[in-house]
């Protein structure tokens, strides 16, 4: 059995930060990227950032400049918010994807920026 846990989210102040992170645990390969996603109600899920194990990196065009992704081992990642706006209101999830492209994601992480 596989768990992907976030931690870190909360209710912050627009222009405030956040550090979110995503720990791996189970009888699990090691991850080939590792990713954080982003649902706002109302909203489809999209790709905030993407790490991967040769670190090449990938962000969304309205979080570039303000978040960073990265990853510590093959099986954790954080996400550091900067600047946030309250669009960036929305439950964010972590994924991960073996090499077999098996791929796994957490329960979700609540972040709420307030104007």
């Known amino acids: 059995q596989v768990h992907l846990v976030e931690s870190g989210g909360g209710l912050v102040q627009a222009g405030g930060s956040l550090r979110l992170s995503c720990a791996a645990s189970?009888?699990?390969?090691?991850?080939?990227?590792m990713a954080w996603y982003r649902q706002a109600p109302g909203k489809q899920r999209e790709l905030v950032a993407r790490?991967?194990?040769?670190?090449?990196i990938n962000y969304a065009d309205t979080v570039k400049g303000r978040f960073t992704i990265s990853r510590d081992n093959a099986k954790n990642t954080q996400l550091q918010m900067n600047s946030l706006k309250p669009e960036d209101t929305a439950v964010y999830y972590c994924?991960?994807?073996?090499?077999?492209?098996?791929?796994?994601w957490g329960q979700g992480t609540q972040v709420t920026v307030s104007s």
């Open positions: 994924n991960g994807v073996t090499y077999n492209a098996n791929s796994y």
């Open positions: 189970g009888s699990i390969p090691a991850f080939y990227s």
């Open positions: 790490i991967s194990s040769i670190d090449n």
